[in-house]
């Protein structure tokens, strides 16, 4: 069963749709609007699996929203994107249903490194994904192997996944910021709704909070999307990279320092 807070304040909707806004566009250009949401729930009182949850409601209409974006203005082909929908979906499942199972602490503190690595490759390599280049893989060996793994850990802990896609296209299939953008919002809506489905059926959401915030990731979304189809790569790459080093600090800080 959906549950509502009929004690959310009447000033908290429109901050609830800012921050939505805000989010939306910054993940459709880079990845990370969870660092904007998430703070935003749990601070107006949601105990954390029903502000997770209903972060995965937002956020489904802002990946779905920017998706729809890049697929219309074929940055995406989506006949290219089947499998890694069906492996993704898969994944974020199977990580969903692992939530109640398995410790996400040692993760944590793992993701933060990893995130650093990318961060160090950009700066070793600044021009890194600025242009497209040959793959490295087979396309569907990469679908099945990053859909699933990347699906999973969508599912089970988050953070960094849209980073951790769009270094994956642009190392491995040779796509340049750009088209990386947009595969990954592809395939971070098939995990966000697959999450979002796992939550729903366990009532771990707070309707009316989650639809104000997604009216928000919508539009901030469909700008996001346009700005980077509009600007290129070359515009891209920096808000990749800012947006990367603040989900390391934001994890630095939930694990080794609060």
């Known amino acids: ?57 937002q956020a489904s209409f802002g990946s779905v ?35 109640q199972l398995l410790d996400a602490q040692a993760l944590g503190k793992l993701i933060p490194w990893l995130l650093a690595a990318i961060v160090i490759y950009m700066v070793v390599r600044p021009k890194v994904g600025q242009h497209e280049r040959p793959a490295r893989m087979e396309r569907r060996a990469f679908f099945v192997l990053f859909g699933l793994g990347l699906g999973f850990y969508d599912g089970f802990f988050g953070p960094g996944t849209g980073s951790f896609w769009t270094i994956a296209l642009i190392l491995l299939l040779g796509q340049d910021f750009l088209r990386a953008t947009g595969y990954t919002k592809v395939m971070n809506a098939t995990s966000n709704l697959t999450a979002l489905a796992f939550f729903a059926l366990n009532g771990q959401l707070v309707l009316d909070a989650g639809l104000t915030m997604a009216a928000g990731q919508f539009l901030g979304a469909r700008i996001g999307a346009k700005l980077v189809m509009q600007r290129g790569s070359r515009f891209v790459q920096p808000v990749f990279f800012t947006m990367v080093v603040l989900v390391i600090a934001r994890l630095l800080w939930v694990n080794y320092l609060r």
């Open 65 to 99: 929203s920017a998706a729809m974006h890049y697929a219309q203005g074929r940055v995406v082909d989506l006949r290219e994107c089947g499998l890694g929908i069906v492996c993704t979906a898969v994944g974020a499942l199977a990580g969903s249903g692992c939530v």
């Open 1 to 57: 069963m959906l549950l509502t807070l009929p004690t959310l304040s009447y000033w908290a909707y429109p901050l609830l749709f800012v921050a939505g806004g805000v989010a939306g566009l910054v993940d459709a250009m880079a990845g990370g609007g969870g660092l904007i949401t998430v703070p935003v729930l749990l601070n107006l009182g949601l105990p954390a699996p029903l502000a997770l949850g209903t972060n995965k409601l």
